[in-house]
C-alpha cells in the first residue's frame, strides 16, 4: 500500500463520493476507483460498499480509514521534520481564522509579516470554529486563530489578546443621546445578528441570556445577516441595531452609523491562536504570535 491509496481511501469516506474525492485528489475516478480496488485486493477487504446511488464506508473499514489518517498526519510531520531542518521562514504557512477575525486583522497582519518573512507565502482560510479546527488536525492548516474557548487534544492555545463588543445604531436612534448601552436594552429592539453556526452570535446572546426569547415573545426580533459588513449596512438603512466586535467598527459611515460602547462591566472576547503541538516550524508561530499581537496594539 501506498500514502496516495491512503490518501484516496480517506477522501472518499469524506467525500461519499468518487467523482468529488478524484476532483479534491487532482486525479481522474478511473484512476482512484483502480487504486482503491487494488488496496481492497491487496488487504482482501472491502473497504466501500457501492451502489449506483450512494458510497458507504463499512464497519472494518471505518477502522481502515481511521488508521490510514493517522498514518497520512504522521507522514506530514515527517515532512514538517524535515522542513524545520531548513529554514523555517521559507517555506509556505497555512494560516486560518474564523469569519469574524480574519476580514480584520489579516489586512494588517500579512504586510507585518510579508516584512519580516518576504519569502513565506501565506495560504489563508476564513471558515467556522468547528471546520478551522477540523483542518488544524488533520494537517490542512498550520495554525488558526479563533474565539476562546478552545480546546483541542495535542494542540496548543495561546491568548493573542481581548476586545470589547460594542453596540452600532443609525445615526439618529435615541440611544446615540446615551454615553453606554445596558446589555438588557439589546431585549426591546430589533437586534441584527450573524447566523447560527458563528461563535460570536452565540458569545452576544451569552452575555445577554434574555435574547434567546425574544422569537417567542413581543420583544424586538432577531434578524440574521451573513457578515458583519452586512450587518452594517443593514444598520445603516434602519433595520435595526447590532453588536460587533471592535475590531470591525472601522470603514463606517459616520452620517448614517454610530457607535456606543456597553455599560461594565461589558462583553468582550479573548481572541487566541491554536497550533498543533507537534508542529515543528517554531520561529513560523513566534512571528506569527508577536504580528498578531502587535495588529491589535497599533490597529
Request: one cysteine or more.
Amino acid at each position: 500500500m501506498t500514502l496516495t491509496e491512503l490518501k484516496y481511501i480517506v477522501t472518499v469516506a469524506q467525500e461519499r463520493h468518487f467523482g468529488r474525492a478524484a476532483e479534491k485528489c487532482f486525479v481522474s475516478q478511473p484512476t482512484l476507483s483502480v487504486a482503491i480496488k487494488k488496496l481492497e485486493s491487496e488487504l482482501g477487504v472491502a473497504i466501500f460498499e457501492r451502489s449506483k446511488s450512494s458510497v458507504t464506508v463499512t464497519p472494518l473499514g471505518e477502522k481502515i480509514v481511521t488508521q490510514a489518517q493517522r498514518v497520512l498526519e504522521e507522514s506530514r510531520t515527517i515532512r514538517d521534520i524535515a522542513t524545520a531542518g531548513q529554514d523555517q521562514l521559507s517555506s509556505p504557512l497555512k494560516l486560518g481564522a474564523i469569519f469574524t477575525i480574519g476580514p480584520y486583522l489579516f489586512p494588517h497582519l500579512v504586510p507585518l509579516l510579508h516584512k519580516q518573512a518576504p519569502t513565506m507565502p501565506l495560504y489563508l482560510e476564513e471558515n467556522y470554529t468547528g471546520v478551522l479546527r477540523k483542518q488544524l488536525r488533520d494537517g490542512e492548516l498550520d495554525a488558526i486563530i479563533v474565539a476562546l474557548p478552545f480546546t483541542e487534544p495535542d494542540v496548543v492555545t495561546h491568548p493573542l489578546y481581548e476586545e470589547n463588543f460594542v453596540v452600532v445604531l443609525p445615526r439618529d436612534h435615541k440611544w446615540s443621546k446615551q454615553e453606554s448601552v445596558a446589555a438588557e436594552q439589546l431585549v426591546d429592539e430589533d437586534l441584527l445578528m450573524l447566523g447560527e453556526g458563528h461563535c460570536f452570535r452565540d458569545q452576544v446572546f451569552e452575555h445577554c441570556p434574555a435574547l434567546h426569547r425574544k422569537h417567542h415573545s413581543r420583544l424586538g426580533s432577531v434578524l440574521e445577516g451573513s457578515s458583519l459588513e452586512t450587518l452594517k449596512h443593514m444598520v445603516a438603512t434602519g433595520l435595526g441595531i447590532t453588536v460587533l466586535p471592535e475590531s470591525a467598527i472601522g470603514n463606517m459611515d459616520e452620517s448614517l452609523l454610530c457607535i456606543r460602547p456597553f455599560k461594565e462591566p461589558a462583553p468582550y472576547r479573548t481572541v487566541a491562536m491554536a497550533w498543533r503541538a507537534s508542529f515543528p516550524r517554531g520561529q513560523a508561530i513566534d512571528l506569527l504570535l508577536s504580528n498578531a499581537r502587535q495588529c491589535k496594539l497599533h490597529g
